[in-house]
């Protein structure tokens, strides 16, 4: 498969090449702007796809870590650095400005989806916090939809789903580690169910969809 990007929009169209012989002529319109543009098949200077692109999943592992976008139907797979402050991640559209754009035809992800914070705690250690953007379909952490004022601590490896669309963090060196947290019930500075960790002290704060338990993690005896 490869794809081609439309000259007026950068929305990108996926063909079978294999279907065609070389030298043959191709006429595309553009599902998003219907600008109609041709190419020719081994002759056009198509950029690299990215099945044919090797992707280091970990290749940001020495700055703030990145999100990895599960190759499907509407999109190879991806990886997007991550950077301090909000994240914006979204449906990449000629002339939309977010931080982490996707290049995918799937028209169930927002141009503005979801956003995830990237912050140092008072050790230094990088906090990895998602939120809903807010989007039309919603953003889904571990099958459960946030609601507008949910805020999720992410950790290596965390699973979020955005239309028919999966990404995964991988945080970055020195951030990988598995926690393990059980609800105390009691209200935090504001957070209605606060999480204790086994392996470090003090409190981190987290809740879903008006749950007291996480369920992602294991909670302790």
Known sequence: MKRVRCPKCDHYITFDETQYEDGQSLVFECPECRKQFGIRIGASKLRATRKEETVDENEN??????????????????VLPLKLGDNVIGRYVKGTAISTPIETVDPSVDTKHCIINVKRDKNGRLVYTLRDAPSNTGTFYMNDILTDYDRVRLEDGSIVTIGATTLILRAARGEKFLFYFYATG????????????RKTSGTHLGFIGGRGYHPFYQPLP
């Not at 020495?62 to 190879?76: L, P, Q, T, W």
């Not at 009691?186 to 960790?197: A, K, L, N, T, V």
């Open 186 to 197: 009691i209200e935090q500075d504001g957070c209605r169910y606060p999480f204790h960790c």
């Open 61 to 78: 592992d020495d700055a703030y870590g990145s999100i990895v976008v599960v190759e499907n139907v509407f999109h190879y797979k991806q």
